[in-house]
């Protein structure tokens, strides 16, 4: 019973977020229900019996109805979320299928940032941010990735509303339709080389004190 009440807490909740996006869902998706039920049973029971066509009909229903239901839920998380920083990088990590998200390798004042992603397609870098701010953030990105890892293939992918971007709800279709080239121990190198050049970037020693700021203090300092 607890795992019950749950679930269907879970279902009111997420419905409750959906209709604030979508103000007619409740008209929707009954119409999407009433309209399989209708297409399907009519000629069942047309060609066959009434009784038949209903224990076909309203399960196609309902199945219709709960697709059409999560649809509208996904788009609804999305725009809660869309302009938010790290928006891009939330998606991904609720994406199903092998996909290692390490948010924000780099930022910017503006809260522009690119994230790297690691699946079979390779080493997706996504951005967020107008296309003229990241534009040099991910060139950056891409040069000290290819430096560890000369031989996989790299991807750039901007996320926003700018034309060439992609924007939020696309960003799933997006990252589908990329070549598969590595396999999964391929993957999981990857991810590991990565990790390990993330612990030597933070274990960099940082030089104490003020930092020079003409050639002169530059050559006491080396005295």
Known sequence: MGKIRSSLKAIGQNWSM??????????????IFLGVVAIVAIPVA???NWLT???????LGLLAATYWFSRRAMRAAYARIEGQPGAAAAVIESLRGKWAVTPAVAISRSEDMVSR???KPGVILVSEGPPTRVGHMLAN??????RWLPDIPIY???VGDDEGQVTLGRLQKTL???PRNLRGAEV???RRRLEALGNVQQNMPIPKGPMPTSPRQVRRQRR
């Open 18 to 31: 959906t209709q604030a996006v979508f103000r007619f869902l409740w008209a929707e998706v009954l119409g």
């Open 46 to 48: 047309i060609f066959v």
């Open 53 to 59: 066509a209903i224990l076909i009909a309203l399960p």
């Open 117 to 119: 992603v690691v699946g």
């Open 141 to 146: 990105e891409r040069k000290k990735t290819a």
């Open 156 to 158: 750039e992918i901007q």
């Open 176 to 178: 589908s339709k990329l």
């Open 188 to 190: 999981t190198e990857v």
